[in-house]
């Protein structure tokens, strides 16, 4: 039995839409975990010592902010290789297009990736998931998507699976990423392989299928095909959707019952309307929109027409190499309009909807206990203090995985 007990929380952001105007704060509370779930979550008032497990690990917040562990639901972590200096190439005025013909982007990464061992691989997914832990991060989405080659695809499957096995990092849904860039050979052939083989062989590794719908890359036929023969092996559809320009992967997503479609820079309003009749969450990724430029993430846009919102990192070696959820629910703010509590939902109980995971993403007994101690009284710092280390302490699965340093 492990137990735990958070005493001397000054603003408890339960993410719970039950306890009213979000993120459902309670004062001066407390948070008890016993094997890994929530058994309270309330005000310290009313909290009995009989509740508290005995042996438990009792912690003292200090009148901090405690917050649900991130959910960090569209991630790429699973890579080699550096494309640093073409970052540096590109700020300085080389194109996209300059670069892939040098046999640059995402190319190099295919190349670079493709070419590593699971065990490679896995070390070097650890390194950027144990950055994503330390910054708050309790669940990560992992994709494949740079092997464009069965056997080096189902390699990045298992150095995802991986990470799921080693304790004090974040918990791991693999998403097999089965259309991403384009193969050099005839693509008719690479479709037809990744929806036979590559759909049968994923589904042993992976929860998600996933699929690049956009202007060079997948045709919205490509990936309706993979999608149909996705479901066959109970892999259910994710979808990268109107990111360089109006594809039609929304429309897509809201008709095959995906569980997320994501980016969604160039959607239309009816698009957004279309995947929240359907239920589909829309996940936002403002860190790669404020890199690329172009339009700003549609957060807002999305609450308008009634669907359920995501932000997530979107981490990757070409877009934006960042792990840190709180300066994406930053982003989400100041570029995709929405409220700091609105953003915080978002990156908690929002990328747990997109994963499908009813058992997390709010602090409500029955939960998994996965929390974030603040540095601050004020949750709003999450938002508000830009690129700020704002993470005193991590629990993860009920145990203290990342303790104070102060
Ligand atoms: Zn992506």
Not at 11 to 38: H, K, M
Not at 122 to 132: D, H, I, N, P, S
Not at 344 to 353: P, Q
Request: glycine share 12%.
């Amino acid at each position: 039995m492990s137990a735990l007990v958070v005493h001397g929380i000054g603003a408890l952001c339960t993410c719970d839409p039950s306890l009213g105007e979000a993120p459902g704060v309670v004062r001066d509370a407390a948070l008890v975990a016993r094997d890994g779930v929530i058994v309270y979550a309330g005000p310290e008032s009313e909290l009995e010592r009989s509740d508290i497990p005995r042996g438990a690990l009792e912690i003292h917040a200090r009148g901090a902010a405690v917050l649900p562990g991130f959910v960090d639901a569209h991630t790429h972590i699973v890579w080699l290789g550096d494309r640093g200096d073409e970052y540096a190439q590109r700020a300085a005025g080389v194109s996209y297009e300059e670069i892939a013909a040098s046999g640059g982007g995402i190319r190099a990464t295919v190349r670079a990736t493709a070419a590593g061992s699971v065990e490679e691989l896995a070390t070097a997914g650890r390194e950027r998931a144990r950055r994503m832990l330390a910054g708050g991060t309790t669940t990560v989405e992992v994709k494949s998507g740079y092997g464009l080659d069965h056997d080096a695809e189902m390699r990045q499957l298992d150095a995802a699976d991986r990470l799921r096995r080693w304790e004090d990092l974040p918990d791991a849904v693999v998403t097999y990423l089965a259309l991403h860039a384009l193969p050099d050979g005839p693509r008719d052939a690479y479709v037809d392989d990744v929806c036979s083989r590559g759909v049968a062989d994923a589904a042993k590794r992976a929860s998600f299928v996933d699929a690049f719908c956009d202007a060079g890359a997948y045709t919205v036929a490509e990936c309706e095909r993979l999608f149909t023969a996705a479901r066959g092996h109970g892999l259910r559809p994710k979808i990268h959707a109107e990111q360089r320009s109006r594809s039609g992967g929304a429309l897509l997503a809201a008709q095959a019952g995906a569980v997320s479609a994501d980016h969604l820079e160039h959607a239309t309003n009816t698009d957004l309307e279309a995947l929240s009749s359907a239920g589909v969450v829309g996940v936002i990724l403002p860190g790669a929109s404020l890199v690329l430029g172009g339009p700003p993430p549609p957060g807002r846009r999305l609450l308008e027409a009634g669907c359920r919102v995501a932000v997530a990192t979107d981490c990757n070696p070409g877009t934006c190499y960042s792990e840190s959820m709180p300066l994406m629910i930053s982003l989400a703010v100041a570029l995709g309009g929405l409220t700091p509590a609105q953003a915080l939902v978002a990156g908690t109980s929002g990328g747990a909807a997109a994963l499908g995971l009813a058992d997390r993403g709010v602090l409500r007994r029955g939960f998994r206990c996965d929390a974030v101690i603040l540095k601050t009284p004020s949750w709003v710092d999450v938002a508000y203090h830009l690129g700020g280390d704002i993470v005193a302490s991590v629990i993860l699965d009920g145990r203290l995985a990342v303790p104070s340093k102060t």
